[in-house]
C-alpha cells in the first residue's frame, strides 16, 4: 500500500491546478480515495485536456480563478475549508517562460505566496505541499543527482521562479508556520512527468502524439538532454503520502523532498522518443528539430534517498511499463474510449501495488 486510504476518506482536500495534466489525476485519485476535494485554478491550459476528458469535474468542486488573485483565494478556503493543500498550479513550461516572464514570476512565485499568505488568514489547515520542480536547483551541469539542500538557482525564468517558490515557503515557514498547532509546509521537487492526458505544448510525448496521430514524424529538439522521467502517478503518490506524515508529524517533515525515478530511467530524450516511436508502430518516425531554441539545462538527475529512507516511497514503475501505459491512454483517447473509466483502471492498478 502506498498511500493511506483511511487518511484520505472523508479529508477536505484543496488542489490548485486541477485542470492541469498532473492536478486532473490527483484530483481522480484523491475522489477514488473518499476525500472532499475542492480545486482551484485557470480553466484547463490546453484542448483537449485530462481535464475534459476524464471529467475531472465530476466528482468535485471546481472552482475557476487566478491563484495571482488573493481575496478569490482566501474566499476559497473559507468556504471549503481544506485540511490538506496541493499547491499544483503554475504556468508549468520552460520555453512558455521565455515568452511571458512575468506571467510565470508572477504565478509561479506570487502564486505560492498566496497559497501560503490564505492558509496563514484560515484556520484549519494541517498540511501543505507546494509542488515545485526538479528545475529549483542550481543547475551545474554535473552527473550526480541533486540532493534536497542543494543551492536553489535557475537560469531560464520558469527554473528560476521554481527556485524562488522554494524560498518563499522556506520563509514562511520559517516565520510563521514553525509553532505547534500551525500547518506542516513542505515543498516537493519531481522529475519529467509522463502519463496519458498531458497535451502541454513543447513537452516530449504530447508533441510525439500530436505529430504521429496526425500522420507526420515529430520533431525533437535537445534530443541529447538528460531528464529523469517518470509515471505521473509516482510523484503523486509522494505528495500524498507527504501531505500523510505532515499532518500528523509537521515538525517532523516540513521540508523540501525529491521525488524523482530509479537511476537508470534518467536517460536523454532520444532514448524515450525511440521507445515511444516504436511503442507506437505503423509508420512512426521522429527527427532532430534543427531551429534553434532558447536554452535549457543539458543534464538533470534527482537524488531520492530521503524520500526512500524517511517517508519509505519508492518508484514503483519502469521507464518501459510507464511508456507502455501512457502510449495506451492516448490511443484509447484517439479511439473515443470513455477515458475516466481507464483512467480510475490505471490508477487503481497503481494503487494496489501493480508496478514493473
Ligand atoms: N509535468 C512535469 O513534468 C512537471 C515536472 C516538475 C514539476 N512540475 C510542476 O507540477 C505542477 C503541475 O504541472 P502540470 O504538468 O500539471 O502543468 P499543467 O500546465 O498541465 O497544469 C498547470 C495548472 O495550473 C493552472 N494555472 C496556470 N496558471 C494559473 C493561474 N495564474 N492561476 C490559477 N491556475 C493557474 C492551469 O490552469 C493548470 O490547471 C506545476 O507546478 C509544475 O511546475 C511539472
Known amino acids: 500500500m502506498v498511500v493511506n486510504a483511511a487518511f484520505w476518506r472523508g479529508k477536505r482536500v484543496l488542489v490548485t491546478g486541477h485542470t492541469g495534466f498532473k492536478g486532473g489525476w490527483l484530483s481522480l485519485w484523491l475522489q477514488r480515495l473518499g ?16 481535464f475534459a476528458a476524464a471529467q475531472v469535474e465530476k466528482g468535485m468542486v471546481s472552482v475557476l480563478g487566478d491563484i495571482r488573485d488573493l481575496p478569490a483565494l482566501i474566499n476559497v478556503f473559507e468556504t471549503h475549508r481544506p485540511e490538506v493543500i496541493i499547491h499544483l498550479a503554475a504556468q508549468a513550461l520552460v520555453q512558455a517562460s521565455y515568452q511571458d516572464p512575468v506571467e510565470t514570476f508572477g504565478t509561479n512565485v ?19 505541499v507546494i509542488v515545485t520542480s526538479d528545475k529549483c536547483y542550481e543547475n551545474r ?43 506542516g509546509v513542505a515543498t516537493a521537487r519531481a522529475g519529467n512527468v509522463i502519463g496519458g492526458g498531458d497535451w502541454g505544448v513543447d513537452r516530449l510525448i504530447p508533441d510525439m502524439v500530436r505529430a504521429y496521430s496526425s500522420g507526420r514524424p515529430a520533431l525533437i529538439r535537445n534530443s541529447r538532454a538528460i531528464r529523469p522521467w517518470q509515471y505521473v502517478l509516482e510523484p503523486l503518490a509522494g505528495y500524498l503520502m507527504l501531505a500523510e506524515r505532515l499532518s500528523t508529524q509537521p515538525a517532523e517533515f516540513a521540508e523540501s523532498w ?58 514503483r514503475l519502469s521507464l518501459d511499463t510507464a511508456l507502455e501505459r501512457t502510449v495506451a ?4 483517447a484517439l479511439r473515443g474510449e470513455d477515458m475516466r473509466t481507464l483512467s480510475e483502471g490505471q490508477i487503481e492498478h497503481y494503487q494496489a501495488g501493480g508496478g514493473a
Open 258 to 315: 525529491n521525488f524523482g525515478p530509479p537511476e537508470p530511467d534518467t536517460v536523454d530524450v532520444a532514448e524515450v522518443a525511440d521507445r515511444v516511436t516504436s511503442l507506437w508502430g505503423q509508420d512512426a518516425r521522429w527527427e532532430q528539430d534543427r531551429t534553434t531554441h532558447s536554452h535549457e539545462a543539458h543534464t538533470l538527475r534527482l537524488d531520492s534517498s530521503k524520500s526512500r529512507a524517511r517517508l519509505k516511497w519508492r518508484p
Open 35 to 50: 476525500a472532499a476535494v475542492s480545486g482551484y485554478s485557470l480553466p484547463a491550459p490546453t484542448q483537449p485536456s485530462l
Open 110 to 128: 506570487m502564486g505560492t505566496v498566496n497559497v501560503l499568505e490564505a492558509t496563514r488568514q484560515t484556520p484549519g489547515v494541517h498540511a501543505v
Open 329 to 332: 491512454w492516448y490511443r484509447a
Open 141 to 183: 551541469e554535473w552527473i550526480w543527482g541533486y540532493r534536497e539542500y542543494e543551492a536553489m538557482g535557475g537560469r531560464d525564468p520558469y527554473s528560476a521562479s521554481k527556485g524562488a517558490a522554494e524560498l518563499v515557503s522556506g520563509a514562511y515557514r520559517s516565520s510563521f508556520f514553525s509553532s505547534s498547532g500551525t500547518a
